[in-house]
């Protein structure tokens, strides 16, 4: 999700309740100002700077311009292992050192043969020479074609720091130029962002949820489903806190004491079923929905839902029953004994489980890549059903969460506001150079999953939310902060769609492969050398951090401030992009912008000098809060966003759209492919799960050569199987294999774990790609589980990404590996292909 809409979910969490988290006797001496915080810690940092990370805040001790040591922020009792691959990020031989052009594109320009993206040979050029070729190259796209031809891409996880935002920099810059193609969505929740709307009035997916202290007091049965707390709770998309790992620990005592059962829904043991040690349900990959209508099935059957509840709070109950009582659609009554040889959970079990979330105050929390599959609309959907057929949405431990694995979401907001960030859009009453709004038929927003068809079927129609969307044939694509070869599916498809683009430009620090597969690479700096300010808590609005420049800008890096305002130059509109204000002007004023709000409500902040000294501002706890609790106190004051205001079980809407794949009611549609037993599973039968990483995030910090070293397997990314299916095929644990299915082949580290079931296997997504050349079908050296990933729509109503349905097979790798290709540097050249002297400066 771009920067501007993730911001405005956060900053809409401001108006609500909060509770701490830190251990009480902490918080009893917090104060609002950091010179009454608890300072006797921070002595013990002085002279060290100040910083922030998705992964968390920290202190860093410099010397000579050199990062020595860091150490977690003094209030972050749950730091977590992915700082430790900070330092690596700052000296990772991948550091894009300098401006750098694709050797044929350097030579014939916007003609260049396509085929040989990927080569990995770059010419060197000056700061100057590549901002020329950034300008003309959009000047000729601007003038040669027109807005449609322009594909601006910034959706992914920026790094953190308000004023340093690198996608608002660039969507500024290249916005005062011209108009360009934008997109909608992002690949974490595609399915649920816009199911969600229509069932409950908000995406959810980004929505604050019930408190933890109030799930601990009050809720009798936690569902887990899909989702693994402790593993993804490490980051967080402003400076993370880690505070919600106070209340894992909480839960763990309370689930060993027996106060609270807390049951696992999921095909693998995940990280947190095996803390807290709770309970596991076993289902097969991608059959919840089956699971959810014969739990739904029973609860009716036994009369066991609450009709009061939806009849007050829902509509559409009656139009969803008969499917489940096999009256229409498939003419099958979705009993537990249908469900079964689907889903694998048999039939006394499915019955058991449903009068056990009936008879307890049930909390069910869903995580996201249960969404990221063919049809992921239908699970959060039927999800939601099961949570009103429950009667319990809006009571203190009950109802339906879709977030709480995120950003320490049920962490209550101290009602503080944040800081603002760099302003994405023109200035009021400003107009771009090109001010050009024919698209020529082409629409101007697409389906972000949907960027690598618009290029292998220019022109082709199709259905997204109820419109029609002509995708267009852009020629050119613009991308900062996001590693397009990280986040989208199927890589050979993607270079074959990469053949028919005319020019990429990349601004990165690392030599990710989306810079190898660009023609124009700038040189970012990273957050840690420069200077910003960050919000200490997404959710939580815990503070404010400082982020000092730790040191200068490595090589000929830039911040993305000093990198487009030099761009705007080239059409003198440098001073509307900057307002005329330096780095430390805008850190400034977005801080006591924020210091006036706060006075408003009562939090009252230092001054700059003093915070910027000090490097932080905290703010104390506020209370306890229920999701949906005032729209069950008043459905109709308090209505939901919905088009009725209520709980839509039907959608009146969406059937409206007529969508074979996304119907007016959830239902059970098989997959493209499934494993134990579904389509293409004799052929490949291993189900790939590419969830979130455990030891990154996303292809953040992959590069850092010290943090890799306590994961990988033979220098490769791990591939985690289990014991029956490595037996099977003589495949031992360190062992080098091969992963492949029809779409692509890749090497990984074999680790044999009993966390997984036969016929389940798990590549965690963000190992960067490094296949063993540009050519279709190449095998990738270092496991990048989206080399063989399905790139197909969830459905016409989100066109989200579906990763995770996917089946390979797996083979012991006979024979000499090849190198990983994945990290370091280009291999320059000089404008006439030969090697560059090694000892430039």
Request: net charge negative.
């Amino acid at each position: 999700m771009n920067n501007v809409s993730r911001r405005g979910f956060l900053t809409g969490m401001v108006g609500l309740g909060a509770t701490a988290v830190l251990p009480s006797a902490l918080i009893n001496t917090l104060m609002v100002t950091p010179a009454k915080a608890n300072t006797a810690a921070a002595q013990d940092f002085k002279g060290w700077k100040m910083s922030g990370a998705h992964w968390g805040a920290f202190r860093a001790r410099v010397e000579a311009d050199r990062v020595m040591e860091i150490r977690p922020f003094e209030f972050d009792k749950h730091p977590s292992d992915i700082l430790k691959g900070t330092m690596g990020v700052i000296y990772s031989p991948s550091r894009v050192r300098y401006p750098m052009v694709r050797l044929d594109w350097f030579k014939n320009r916007h003609r260049s043969n396509t085929a040989e993206r990927g080569d990995n040979r770059f010419v060197r050029v000056s700061w100057d020479e590549a901002l020329d070729l950034v300008y003309d190259e959009l000047e000729r796209i601007q003038n040669t074609y027109g807005p449609w031809a322009l594909h601006t891409a910034n959706v992914g996880w920026r790094s953190v720091g308000q004023m340093h935002s690198c996608g608002n920099h660039m969507l500024r810059a290249v916005g005062m130029h011209g108009r360009s193609v934008g997109t909608a969505g992002d690949y974490s929740t595609g399915a649920g962002q816009m199911i969600l709307p229509y069932i409950l009035g908000s995406t959810e997916v980004y929505s604050q949820g019930t408190s933890w202290d109030i799930i601990l007091k009050e809720s009798n049965v936690i569902v887990l489903w899909a989702t693994d707390l402790n593993k993804n709770l490490q980051v967080g998309w402003n400076t993370e806190t880690h505070e919600a790992y106070a209340y894992l620990e909480q839960l763990k005592d309370k689930v060993a004491n027996k106060e609270i059962q807390v049951i696992s829904i999921d095909p693998v043991k995940s990280k947190t079923q095996n803390y807290l040690d709770c309970d596991h349900q076993y289902v097969n990959p991608m059959t919840d929905v089956a699971l959810m209508l014969a739990l739904a099935h029973t609860l009716w059957k036994e009369d066991l839902y609450d009709k009061k509840f939806l009849d007050l709070y829902t509509l559409g109950f009656d139009d969803f029953l008969p499917y489940l009582k096999g009256e229409n659609e498939d003419m099958v009554e979705k009993t537990p004994e249908w469900a079964a040889p689907i889903c694998g959970v048999s039939a006394d079990r499915i019955r058991e489980l449903a009068r056990l979330f009936a008879k307890n105050r049930t909390q069910i929390i869903f995580g996201w890549a249960i969404q990221r599959q063919q049809h992921g609309e239908q699970p959060y959907w039927m999800g939601a059903i099961l949570a009103a057929m429950l009667g319990q949405i809006g009571l203190p431990g009950g109802g339906v969460s879709y977030s709480h694995h995120y950003s320490s979401v049920g962490v209550s907001s101290s009602g503080a506001s944040m800081p603002g960030a760099f302003p994405l859009n023109l200035d009021t009453g400003r107009t771009p150079k090109h001010d050009n709004t024919n698209y020529d038929g082409y629409s101007s927003v697409i389906p972000v999953a949907r960027a690598v068809d618009a290029l292998l079927e220019p022109g082709k129609e199709i259905d997204f939310n109820g419109h029609k969307v002509k995708l267009p044939p852009y020629k050119m694509g613009i991308f900062t902060g996001s590693n397009q070869w990280h986040r989208h599916q199927d890589r050979n498809r993607m270079k074959l769609a990469y053949r028919n683009i005319e020019t990429v430009v990349a601004v990165d620090y690392n030599w990710t492969a989306t810079c190898r597969f660009a023609d124009i690479v700038l040189p970012a700096c990273t957050p840690f050398e420069r200077n910003d300010i960050d919000a200490y808590g997404s959710y939580s609005n815990r503070g404010v951090i400082a982020m000092h420049k730790l040191v200068d800008p490595l090589y000929h890096s830039r911040s993305d401030f000093d990198i487009w305002r030099e761009f705007c130059k080239r059409f003198k509109r440098d001073i509307e992009y900057s307002r005329g204000m330096t780095e430390m002007q805008w850190v400034e004023q977005l801080y006591n912008d924020c210091r006036i709000d706060n006075a408003k409500k009562d939090f009252p902040m230092p001054t700059f000098e003093e915070f910027w000294d000090i490097g932080y501002v905290l703010f104390p706890e506020g209370k306890p809060w229920v999701r949906h609790a005032d729209f069950r106190e008043d459905p109709e004051v308090n209505a939901l966003g919905t088009p009725s205001g209520f709980i839509e079980i039907f959608s009146r809407k969406i059937a409206r759209y007529g969508y074979d794949d996304c119907k007016g009611h959830p239902i059970w549609m098989e997959k493209a492919e499934r494993s134990h037993g579904g389509p293409n599973s004799d052929k490949y039968p291993l189900w790939l799960q590419s969830c979130h990483p455990n030891e990154r995030l996303h292809s953040q910090t992959c590069e850092s050569e010290e943090r890799r070293a306590e994961y990988t397997v033979q220098g490769r990314e791990p591939v985690y199987i289990g014991p029956v299916d490595a037996e099977r095929r003589g495949i031992k644990h360190g062992d080098l294999v091969r992963v492949y299915n029809d779409r692509g082949q890749l090497l990984a580290g074999a680790v044999v774990s009993d966390n997984y079931p036969e016929g389940i296997i798990r590549i965690e997504e963000g190992a960067w790609y490094g296949p063993v050349g540009p050519e279709i079908g190449s095998l990738d050296t270092y496991g990048d589980p989206n080399t063989l990933t399905l790139d197909v729509g969830t459905s016409k109503l989100a066109q989200g990404p579906s990763a995770n349905t996917c089946l390979v097979e797996i083979e012991k790798f006979e024979g000499v590996a090849p190198p990983v290709t994945s990290f370091g540097g280009p291999n320059e050249v000089l404008p006439d292909g030969s090697p560059a002297p090694k000892d430039r400066a």
